[in-house]
C-alpha cells in the first residue's frame, strides 16, 4: 500500500494510461501516488496483449483514448508481431482508432451520397492517421542487467506525402514519436537506473497531461532495506519546457516537478504496516470450495504508514519561481517555502508522510457477496507547502464566508486560484484516496477508486480530482490471474488488461 509514496517524490514513477500504446504514463515529481487500479502491473502492455492473444484466443484488446488534437474514441490493440530468444525479447504492436474510422464514415454518408459504400470504407480504411505503432524490446545483458526500449509513433501520417506545398511537391508531415531507454542494474541491496525520455506524457495529480520533450535521469534506490527503511538518491534534467497536451487548458500554470533545468534529489523514508485483525478462522478451516483469487480470500484489517525526509538541490535552471508565479521575483522578496529553492536558494528540504487503512470481509468463495474491500490513504506532499497553504487558506475562510450566494465547491475553487496566484504549491493540499470493492457474482467484482483534494483547514470539504470505475473478473484457468475493465472519466480513458499476483 506504501511502497509507492517513495517512489512518487521522484521523476519516473508509473501510472497506467492509454495515451500510449505502452499503456504507461509517468507521473510529475513529488505528486500523488497513482490511484487503484491504474497503478502499474507486473506485464507490459505487450506481454498483456500477447497472452489474451494466444491464451484467451482475443483477437484485438479494446481501449478508450481521447486524442487531444482530433478526438478518439474506442481504439483497438494488437500485437502484430514478436520474436525472442533466451535473454531478450521484441515485439510490434499496432492501434486501430475504430471509433474514429466509424464516425468518418458516417459522416461521409451525410456529405457524399453517390460514391459505393465500399469504396469509402476502402478509402478510410487505408488513412495513415488511423493507425499508431509501437516497438518494445528488452535484453538481458548480464545476470543483474537489463536494457529495455521503447519507441511509438502516434500516427502514421508523417510516413506518408499528406500535403503539396505553392510549388506542387508532396511534404511529409511531423511524426509524432516518443521514446524512452533505460538501462538497470541489479546490485545485492540497491538498484542503479539510467533512463533518457524523448517527448514523454506526464500527468499531475488532477489528471492532466504534459509533454516533456527531453529528460534524463539517474537514480540509485535500495531494494531490500531492513525495518522498513528505504531511500533513494538522483540526478534529473528536462532540457526544454514542456507543453500542456490539451490546448484548451493551456494557461494551466506549469507544475514545480516539470520546470526545466537539472537537480539532485535524495529522500529517505520509514513504513510499518500493522495487521490490527485477521480471520484465522477462516484461514485454517478447511475450504468447501476453492477461492475464485486466494490473494482476494484473506480476511483481515490493517493499517500503515509512512513518514520520510527529502533533500532537493537545484544544480540549474531556468527562471524557475517566475515561471511559477507568473511575476519577476527579487532576491529579497519573500516566496513560500516550498517555492524557495527556485527563487534563488539552491537547496531545500521537506516533509512527506501517508497514513492509510484497508479493510478486507469475506473469503470470496460463494457465488454472491462473498468479498468486501474498503481502503483509504491520505497523502501530504510537502509539510511546508501544507503549513503555507494552510495559512493562507484561514486568511481566505473569512472572505469566502462572506460570498453567501456561492456553493462550498465554488468557494474551495476560488481559494485554490487564490493558493495559485500567490504562488502556493498545491503539494500543501492533502490528497485522499479512497477505494471500495464488492463481489456481485461469482468471479465478477465491482470497484471504485477516488482522489479528493482536501482543504488545509476546512477538512469536510474536499473536490474530486480523480475517479476511476471498473469490473474485475477472476480466471480460474490462469491461476492468480484476473482480467481488469476500469474507465475514468476524469482522464477520459479506458482499458482492458490482464493483471497476475495481486488481489
Known amino acids: 500500500m506504501m511502497k509507492s509514496i517513495l517512489a512518487a517524490q521522484f521523476w519516473n514513477q508509473e501510472v497506467e494510461s492509454t495515451q500510449s500504446l505502452n499503456a504507461v504514463a509517468r507521473t510529475l515529481p513529488s505528486e500523488p501516488p497513482p490511484i487503484g487500479m491504474t497503478q502499474p502491473t507486473k506485464l507490459c502492455r505487450a506481454q498483456q496483449l500477447l497472452l489474451l492473444q494466444r491464451l484467451l484466443a482475443v483477437p484485438f484488446t ?46 461521409h454518408r451525410r456529405s457524399d451520397k453517390s460514391g459505393s459504400e465500399e469504396d469509402s470504407f476502402a478509402k478510410r480504411l487505408v488513412d495513415p492517421s488511423l493507425y499508431a505503432l509501437c516497438g518494445s524490446a528488452r535484453a538481458r545483458l548480464s545476470a543483474s542487467t537489463i536494457l529495455s526500449a521503447c519507441g511509438e509513433l502516434g500516427s502514421l501520417k508523417g510516413l506518408f506525402p499528406c500535403a503539396k506545398n505553392e510549388d506542387g511537391v508532396f511534404q511529409s508531415g511531423i511524426l509524432p514519436f516518443r521514446g524512452r531507454a533505460s538501462l538497470r542494474h541489479k546490485f545485492d541491496r540497491h538498484q542503479l537506473t539510467l533512463e533518457t525520455a524523448f517527448h514523454e506524457r506526464c500527468v499531475d495529480r488532477e489528471a492532466h497531461y504534459w509533454d516533456v520533450p527531453r529528460a534524463v535521469s539517474l537514480d540509485l534506490a535500495s531494494v531490500r532495506a531492513p525495518a522498513g527503511i528505504r531511500y533513494r538518491v538522483g540526478v534529473h534534467k528536462i532540457s526544454e519546457a514542456v507543453q500542456s497536451c490539451d490546448k484548451s487548458r493551456s494557461a494551466k500554470p506549469v507544475p514545480q516537478g516539470a520546470l526545466p533545468g537539472t537537480r539532485a534529489q535524495a529522500a529517505m523514508s520509514i513504513e510499518r504496516e500493522i495487521s490490527v485483525w485477521k480471520d484465522r478462522a477462516k484461514l485454517h478451516e478447511k475450504k468447501a470450495r476453492r477461492p475464485y483469487n486466494l490473494f482476494a480470500a484473506r480476511p483481515q484489517i490493517t493499517i500503515g504508514g509512512i513518514v520520510g525526509g527529502l533533500v532537493s538541490m537545484r544544480l540549474w535552471a531556468v527562471d524557475s519561481a517566475q515561471a511559477v508565479l507568473g511575476r519577476p521575483v527579487h ?47 491520505v497523502d501530504m506532499g510537502a509539510a511546508t507547502a501544507f503549513a503555507a497553504a494552510a495559512a493562507r487558506s484561514v486568511n481566505a475562510v473569512g472572505e469566502n464566508d462572506l460570498d453567501v450566494g456561492r456553493s462550498g465547491q465554488e468557494q474551495a475553487q ?33 470497484r471504485v477508486d477516488a482522489r479528493f483534494g482536501l482543504d488545509p483547514v476546512r477538512v469536510g470539504r474536499a473536490r474530486m480530482l480523480e475517479a476511476t470505475y471498473g469490473v474485475d473478473v477472476a480466471l480460474a484457468s490462469m491461476g492468480a490471474a484476473k482480467l481488469v475493465i476500469w474507465y475514468s472519466p476524469t482522464r477520459r480513458e479506458g482499458m482492458a488488461e490482464l493483471r497476475l499476483l495481486e488481489r
Open 331 to 377: 532576491k529579497l522578496q519573500l516566496v513560500p517555502a516550498s517555492l524557495a529553492p527556485l527563487a534563488g536558494n539552491r537547496v531545500s528540504a521537506d516533509l512527506f508522510a501517508s497514513l492509510g487503512a484497508t479493510a478486507q470481509f469475506g473469503s470470496f468463495e460463494r457465488p454472491f457477496l462473498d468479498h468486501t474491500s474498503v481502503g483509504f490513504r
Open 414 to 446: 476560488k481559494r485554490s486560484r487564490s493558493l495559485e496566484s500567490e504562488g502556493m504549491d498545491q503539494r500543501g493540499y492533502p490528497m485522499l484516496a479512497v477505494t471500495m470493492q464488492q463481489q456481485v457474482a461469482g468471479p465478477v467484482r465491482a
Open 62 to 107: 479494446p481501449s478508450y483514448a481521447v486524442d487531444n488534437d482530433e478526438g478518439g474514441g474506442l481504439v483497438l490493440d494488437r500485437v502484430i508481431s514478436s520474436a525472442g530468444g533466451l535473454d531478450w525479447w521484441a515485439t510490434l504492436t499496432g492501434r486501430l482508432r475504430a471509433q474514429r474510422l466509424l464516425c468518418r464514415g458516417k459522416e
